[in-house]
């Protein structure tokens, strides 16, 4: 079975230029979660999908931050436009919805790596 | 503020000796409770979690975990070190709502450098 893909791995860029990074979770969960990694932190939730719906946007930057699930399978996340601040990991994950969701667990992608100059 | 302790940035331990990696947290109830390791330059990977029943939880590559609530730790042990457990460790908790199911999100701990050497 295959992971969670992501792409890119490592993006360069440099302020106030755009960026966007898509996930593909693992077939049939349909539960998606988009996390930011600082270095030297653990995972901090972004936004979480529900099959397309946003249930959960409230650490999401709005105003630079945007996301989308159209379809309730692969997922774009993009940042418009980039600060210095921005420069870490963005990790997306994925867990089937079967029950009580906090007992799921969660499978992680690779990570993009994304640097700001 | 919900929030988990990781109290050790950095544990080295030698080939073949035991390792604990600690982890405490601060949630209301009985979370639920999970271990992922990160190696370099991949995303992190499941190795155990702990939801009810017994307090002592095995996972992947001989790690386990023991459950305290009084002491709200979830500590993660394994009885004989491998260099390849070389990694970055991060204790998770989901905090439970008062009538049982889940609420809020994963909450994750700093993380710790696990360094077994030869």
């Known amino acids: 079975e295959a992971g969670v893909v992501q792409s890119p791995r490592y993006k360069i860029i440099e302020k106030k230029q755009p960026v966007a990074f898509w996930c593909n979770p693992i077939?049939?969960?349909?539960?998606l979660y988009w996390y930011l990694q600082n270095l030297g932190q653990g995972p901090e939730l972004l936004i979480r999908?529900?099959?397309?719906?946003?249930?959960?946007d409230s650490q999401l930057p709005k105003d630079r931050f945007s996301a989308e699930r159209l379809k309730g399978v692969d997922s774009t996340l993009k940042i418009q436009p980039a600060e210095l601040g921005d420069s870490a990991v963005y990790l997306c994950?994925?867990?089937?919805?079967?029950?009580?969701?906090?007992?799921?667990?969660?499978?992680f992608g690779p990570g993009t790596r994304l640097l700001v100059l | 503020a919900q929030s988990v302790a990781q109290p050790e940035d950095q544990v080295k331990v030698a080939e073949g000796n035991p390792l604990t990696v600690k982890c405490t947290y601060s949630v209301s109830g009985n979370p639920y409770l999970f271990w992922y390791v990160q190696y370099p330059n991949r995303g992190l990977q499941f190795l155990l979690k702990?939801?009810?029943?017994?307090?002592l939880v095995k996972g992947s590559y001989g790690f386990e975990a023991e459950f305290n609530k009084s002491q709200t730790s979830f500590h993660l042990k394994k009885p004989s070190a491998l260099v390849s457990d070389s990694a970055l460790y991060f204790c998770a908790v989901h905090p439970k709502a008062d009538y049982g199911g889940s609420q809020g999100n994963l909450i994750f701990g700093k993380g710790t450098k696990l360094s077994v050497k030869p």
């Open positions: 077939s049939g969960h349909n539960t």
């Open positions: 702990y939801i009810t029943g017994d307090n």
């Open positions: 994950a994925s867990s089937p919805r079967q029950g009580d969701r906090g007992q799921e667990t969660q499978y």
């Open positions: 999908y529900e099959n397309e719906e946003a249930v959960d």
